[in-house]
Nanobody, 123 residues
């Protein structure tokens, strides 16, 4: 059974930084591509970033490009999302998700999801 657990969310002022972690269990560390998605109240879930199984390929939404960096440590079965220069519009619940295929920006293509972690950016 694949399980994903996010951590690292919190309250931060605009311009600040947070690092989210997504710890996986139930599968080999490099078996799945992982994506980060976020959902703000009243809005649809949106793609943030994704990383390939090996970590050699990443993809970012235009809204976070240059500010967010995704990485992974397959030995630790953990994926990270470093978020810098945070803006109030980044406020949302952030979810990590996994799929046994190449990276994708469409959330319906992911098979396993974590419970989410809240990120709140104050102005």
């Amino acid at each position: 059974q694949v399980q994903l657990v996010e951590s690292g969310g919190g309250l931060v002022q605009a311009g600040g930084s947070l690092r989210l972690s997504c710890a996986a269990s139930g599968y080999t560390g490099s078996a799945y591509a992982v994506g980060w998605f976020r959902q703000a109240p009243g809005k649809e879930r949106e793609f943030v970033a994704a990383i390939s199984r090996s970590g050699s390929s990443t993809s970012y939404a235009d809204s976070v490009k240059g500010r967010f960096t995704m990485s992974r440590d397959n030995a630790k079965k953990t994926v990270y999302l470093q978020m810098n220069s945070l803006k109030p519009e980044d406020t949302a619940v952030y979810y990590c998700a996994a799929r046994r295929a190449v990276i994708d920006s469409v959330y319906t293509k992911y098979d396993y999801w974590g419970q989410g972690t809240q990120v709140t950016v104050s102005s």
